[in-house]
């Protein structure tokens, strides 16, 4: 799973088996190493629960969790849906911007970035012209 941080956004991009591994286990975690005493590492991870709507994020003791309903959970993984895109309300008119996504082959390969893990491009072309097409399948989450 990859963790891309900008600002007050995030994106996750999980490969097949850790989509999968979401849908049997319920749960997929990684981590960032920082240094090695307690405290030292970010944990980041996407599990689902039925309590929420749709989605919620909690931090608390340098951890993300993002908990997702497995009813979306289950459509995303399920279909071609690319991602699901979720607003969270974090207060004084801010808002914490997640995105999931599969994590899809690259439209251009590159050297040493050959992963057989990923999903296949939608565009059915690794060299694809136009994204727009990604980009009109996500799944949004107000929530």
């Known amino acids: 799973m990859r963790l891309r941080i ?3 956004s995030s994106r996750l991009r999980l490969t097949r088996t850790e989509a999968e591994h979401l849908a049997i286990q319920g749960v997929v975690k990684k981590a960032i190493e920082f240094g090695t005493a307690p405290g030292e ?3 980041y991870r996407i599990c689902l629960d039925a309590s929420v ?3 919620n994020t909690v931090f608390a003791n340098n951890e993300l969790t993002l908990r997702l309903h497995p009813d979306v959970a289950a459509e995303w993984t399920a279909t071609e849906q690319v991602g699901i895109e979720a607003h969270h309300d974090i207060g004084n008119g ?3 911007h997640i995105l999931i996504e599969k994590d899809f082959a690259c439209r251009t390969p590159r050297a040493g970035n050959d992963d057989p893990d990923t999903f ?3 565009s ?3 060299r694809a012209e136009d994204s727009s ?3 009109g399948k996500l799944h949004d989450q107000r929530g």
């Open 6 to 8: 900008n600002g007050n």
């Open 41 to 43: 590492s970010l944990v």
């Open 53 to 55: 709507e749709s989605s």
């Open 94 to 96: 801010r808002f914490l």
């Open 120 to 122: 296949a491009h939608p």
């Open 124 to 126: 059915g072309s690794k």
């Open 133 to 135: 097409s990604v980009r």
